[in-house]
């Protein structure tokens, strides 16, 4: 885990002299949590701000803030490869606290799993044990 963070940090350090563009968006995400100890499959949304930096060495360096349901705020940082038809991005969310990989096609459509290993506490609900969740977005 100490290693996917560390390159997740220094690779974009490494690709920043190199911009090619970066474009800002909003994103609007639906999607469903899943926890491990077989409890209740949670719905949940949100509505970002984010930015994507593009690099000459095929990466990109994408990050995002917002609104979202159930946990009110949410931001992700993540680091990938690909252009803008296609990438692949590996991250983090700050909160709820996830990793996650997103594929994205054509700018606009990204598909995310995210995997939450902490637990965490939404409101009004017992702690949950971790689970996954897996979301669909759409960037205008």
Do not use: H, W
């Not at 996917?4 to 968006?25: D, E, V």
């Not at 009110?72 to 038809?85: H, N, S």
């Not at 799993?113 to 044990?129: D, F, G, K, Q, Y």
């Amino acid at each position: 885990m100490k290693k996917i963070l560390l390159l997740l940090f220094i690779c974009p350090i490494i690709s920043f002299s190199q911009t090619l563009n970066k474009s800002i968006y909003y994103e609007f995400n639906v999607g469903i949590f899943s926890p491990v100890d077989g409890g209740i499959i949670f719905p949940g949304a949100s509505f970002l701000i984010g930015e994507k930096n593009y690099y000459e060495n095929n990466t990109l360096l994408d990050y995002q803030i917002g609104l979202a349901f159930p946990s009110i705020v949410t931001a992700k940082i993540g680091f990938g490869l690909g252009d803008e038809k296609y990438a692949t991005i590996f991250g983090i969310r700050a909160y709820p606290t996830s990793i996650y990989i997103q594929f994205s096609f054509k700018e606009k459509n990204n598909i995310a799993l995210e995997i939450l290993p902490l637990p965490i506490n939404m409101a009004a609900t017992p702690m949950v044990t971790g689970g996954l969740i897996i979301c669909y977005g759409y960037r205008f």
